[in-house]
């Protein structure tokens, strides 16, 4: 790897490791898990509704991490599930209790995010996405390249 990429790479992934200590402090100082912080998040911020497949999707979490936060969130009384479009699928949604409990700890977070990018001018909002996405397009198709065929990954 050259010089240049090298440094770039390893100031990206220090300002990455920094942004994801920030959101596990704040899960933490929410007294939750991470899971469950992004579950009752992403339910307060997101103008639809979710099945449990679709929060796995959309966290990018592993189902078993997503389904065990659910459960517990259900049995402790924030979540409930409902029938979703068939047997299979459950409909996610917050209970009373739920909204109570994001809006007094969770709701602080996006109000914070929304802020710190209001202090960014447009261009530079714009810029952050395009450029956040255009890295992970191009890393996804770095690493797909690199994937060994399924004959040689057999082999080893």
Same mark, same amino acid.
């Given at each position: 790897?050259? #010089?240049?990429?090298?440094?770039?790479?390893?100031?990206?992934?220090?300002? &990455?490791?920094? =942004? $994801? $200590? =920030?959101?596990? *402090?704040? /899960?933490?100082?929410?007294? &939750?898990?991470? +899971?469950?912080?992004?579950?009752?998040?992403?339910?307060?911020?997101?103008?639809?509704?979710?099945?449990?497949? *679709?929060? +796995? %999707?959309?966290?990018?979490?592993?189902?078993?991490?997503?389904?065990?936060?659910?459960?517990?969130?259900?049995?402790?009384?924030?979540?409930?599930?409902?029938?979703?479009? $068939?047997?299979?699928?459950?409909?996610?949604?917050? #209970?009373?209790? *739920?909204?109570?409990?994001?809006?007094?700890?969770?709701?602080?977070?996006?109000?914070?995010?929304?802020?710190?990018?209001? /202090? &960014?001018?447009?261009? %530079?909002? *714009?810029?952050?996405?395009?450029?956040?996405?255009?890295?992970?397009?191009? =890393?996804?198709?770095?690493?797909?390249?690199? %994937?060994?065929?399924? %004959?040689?990954?057999?082999?080893?």
């Amino acid at each position: 790897m050259d #010089t240049i990429s090298h440094q770039t790479l390893m100031a990206y992934n220090v300002e &990455m490791k920094k =942004l $994801d $200590d =920030l959101y596990r *402090g704040a /899960a933490k100082h929410c007294g &939750m898990a991470e +899971c469950a912080f992004w579950i009752l998040y992403t339910l307060r911020v997101e103008d639809r509704s979710f099945t449990q497949a *679709g929060l +796995c %999707e959309f966290l990018a979490e592993p189902k078993q991490t997503v389904n065990s936060a659910l459960k517990k969130l259900v049995a402790e009384g924030y979540l409930a599930l409902s029938s979703g479009a $068939d047997q299979r699928s459950k409909l996610v949604r917050l #209970t009373p209790k *739920g909204e109570q409990l994001a809006r007094a700890r969770v709701d602080r977070i996006p109000e914070a995010e929304a802020a710190a990018l209001r /202090a &960014m001018t447009p261009d %530079e909002r *714009g810029a952050l996405i395009r450029l956040t996405g255009r890295f992970r397009a191009l =890393l996804e198709q770095q690493l797909k390249k690199r %994937e060994l065929p399924p %004959e040689q990954a057999a082999q080893k």
